[in-house]
């Protein structure tokens, strides 16, 4: 499965036709007895569906369901309706088996998602999901387990933060003069100041996306995918030239113009010498965005390639832009509430709460070393005597 932004596991219904492990359910389930009449979806409804479920959850789910078959298939045991007693087994089993790929067992949260997978495939089915309560002890266990013996795998995966001064160091590495350069700069820039994650930048165009505001900055219209709403995000003028967003995305425009591409997607492909849209095949059938519009993973690609090049030690991936604007905004001391309304998190996300805490803990703002300052003053203020300043003596 594709890296995602997300810290949550979803539990979402999918289509038949979206879970191509499933195409023959017919001939994995046992009959039963005839379900509700009404238990049933026009394709108009499906398609409904289909288009509130994100590609990364769908294809996620698709293939954990695919592999929870063909595990089935080897042990004799039947996917779909599954008893408990499978489901509970297959985890078990998972929590066992390396991983041709790692080499190691699937985390907990991918356990988690494998859960939910599994669950979401029968209600697509038009089956009852099977009871989990034993799988999710399993995993339970199995994170207690890797927490006693403080293995990384019990922590959540998460993308390192690039604020200003990570980000300033990966642009040094790039020859910002060429095209590919002023595109890998644009994408970590306006990555950071539009708290963007990656699904974000993708359907940015050039000048759709874009208004100029009346102090040369630009007004950015990111489409939030997780609060499905679009909002405007202003983004001025840097000080600091080298770290400018606004000079960097124009750079940008001015250079793809160059090249024949005026309008359409911002972050396009293109080789190493700066040709645009370069043909792609695989199996000898062409691939990707005809316009060339680049993939979340190739924009995380980007962010990952640019910064590993400085050396810094850390999980680079397109997510780290936007953590890394919390932990620059966390600097410049600005309010938690103005920092989630920019970033379009809701003003009780966790997640945000959970990047400033982890910011927080690390920096000036923790609670001890506040009290050691004030402590400090304090000490200063108060007379070698004892006495307190201000008191008579005698």
């Not at 003003?347 to 690390?362: F, N, R, T």
């Amino acid at each position: 499965m594709n890296d995602l932004d997300s810290d949550e596991v979803l539990d979402v219904e999918l289509v038949n036709d979206h879970l191509p492990a499933l195409a023959n359910a017919e001939s994995l389930a046992v009959p039963g007895p005839d379900g509700d009449p009404d238990a049933w979806l026009s394709p108009e409804a499906q398609e409904d569906v289909k288009a509130g479920i994100t590609e990364g959850t769908r294809d996620g789910y698709e293939g954990d369901m695919r592999r929870f078959a063909e595990w089935c298939a080897t042990v004799g045991r039947r996917p779909m309706p599954a008893a408990p007693q499978t489901v509970t087994e297959y985890l078990s089993y998972l929590k066992r088996t390396p991983r041709a790929r790692t080499g190691k067992p699937y985390g907990p949260r991918s356990m988690d998602r494998i859960i939910a997978a599994i669950r979401s495939a029968h209600r697509a089915a038009g089956h009852k999901p099977p009871d989990t309560m034993g799988a999710r002890k399993v995993v339970l266990g199995y994170r207690e387990q890797l927490a006693q013996a403080k293995d990384p795998a019990a922590a959540p995966r998460k993308a390192s933060p690039a604020d200003r001064e990570v980000i300033r160091r990966a642009l040094r590495e790039l020859d910002r003069s060429s095209l590919p350069g002023k595109r890998d700069a644009a994408v970590m820039l306006l990555g950071h100041a539009v708290a963007s994650r990656g699904s974000e930048l993708k359907p940015l165009d050039w000048p759709g996306s874009f208004t100029e505001l009346p102090d040369g900055g630009l007004r950015v219209m990111v489409y939030r995918k997780k609060r499905k709403m679009w909002q405007p995000v202003d983004v001025p003028l840097d000080p600091d030239p080298e770290l400018c967003t606004v000079r960097a995305v124009r750079e940008l425009v001015a250079g793809l113009a160059d090249n024949g591409h005026a309008e359409g997607p911002l972050f396009v492909r293109m080789d190493r010498w700066g040709y645009l849209n370069p043909p792609m095949q695989r199996g000898g059938e062409p691939i990707g965005d005809p316009d060339g519009r680049m993939t979340v993973e190739a924009l995380s690609d980007i962010v990952q390639r640019s910064i590993e090049r400085t050396g810094l030690p850390g999980r680079w991936r397109s997510h780290s832009t936007r953590r890394g604007f919390v932990k620059s905004s966390r600097k410049a001391k600005v309010d938690l509430v103005r920092i989630g309304r920019h970033g379009g998190w809701d003003d009780k996300s966790k997640a945000l709460i959970g990047y400033v805490d982890e910011e927080d803990a690390a920096g000036e703002l923790n609670p001890l070393a506040q009290m050691g300052r004030v402590a400090e003053a304090a000490a200063q203020a108060r007379p070698s005597d004892g006495s307190v300043r201000g008191e008579e003596k005698g």
